[in-house]
């Protein structure tokens, strides 16, 4: 049974008026006819526009061809489905059973499609300005973390870099888990440097997806440690 909406609400901090939007949100087209999928192109649009007029605002030095790959970084669906998953957007989610059964409600692209459904539907309900704000209160933290310098750059090569400046031991990767069926696989690997007590662990739909999530997660720590 799926998880009723407030808490999910105070999540994002936005009130809806019409709640009958959020619901049709959380609604997979495996659940009826009466789904997301509008809502979602919507919400693609609103998310891409938003994050693109923020990246010219904070970074006024930047190219196009910069700004576009920042762009990506942030509205690409590992991204998306990372913030789902902050959200536990998935314990929200209406599903088919045949996605239920599959584990659709952790799937990254049904999780990443969810979440611009959701932006669209406070777009509907509150106004621009309201899915604004809800938007860059939910990226804050990777907006923060963003530099020209290092955009161009991978996870795994900024940690690498991280790691060489210091003369630290280089990290080591591991494949702790593998779910999903052999077509829609889950990768969990961890990441460990010597020296370092915390152990980081990624997700990702192949082991280089989840070795740079890993990565990141590693990298992040120990740049605000």
């Not at 789902?84 to 989610?93: I, M």
């Not at 940690?159 to 990767?173: D, G, H, N, V």
């Amino acid at each position: 049974m799926r998880e009723p909406v407030e808490q999910l609400i105070r999540g994002i901090g936005y009130q809806f008026k019409d709640v009958a939007l959020i619901e049709t949100a959380l609604t997979h087209r495996s659940a009826g006819s009466i789904n997301n999928e509008r809502l979602e192109f919507l919400g693609d649009s609103i998310l891409g526009f938003v994050i693109a007029d923020e990246l010219s605002g904070r970074f006024p030095e930047a190219n196009e061809g910069q700004l576009s790959r920042l762009r990506a970084g942030l509205v690409k669906g590992e991204s998306l489905a990372g913030i789902g998953r902050e959200l536990e957007l998935g314990g929200y989610l209406s599903l088919g059973p045949g996605e239920l059964r599959s584990g659709g409600q952790s799937r990254d692209s049904i999780l990443a499609d969810a979440l611009e459904a959701l932006f669209a539907a406070v777009y509907l309900d509150g106004g621009y300005e309201s899915a604004r704000g809800v938007i860059l209160r939910l990226f804050l933290k990777r907006l923060e973390r963003l530099s020209l310098d290092a955009q161009h750059k991978d996870p795994k090569t900024r940690l690498q870099e991280f790691l060489q400046a210091r003369k630290m031991p280089l990290p080591t990767y591991t494949v702790v888990d593998i779910s999903g069926e052999q077509h829609d696989q889950t990768f969990r690997v961890s990441c460990r440097v010597e020296g370092v007590d915390t152990l980081s662990e990624g997700l990702g739909a192949s082991r280089r997806k989840a070795e740079q999530a890993a990565a990141l997660q590693l990298l992040n720590h120990m740049k605000h440690e």
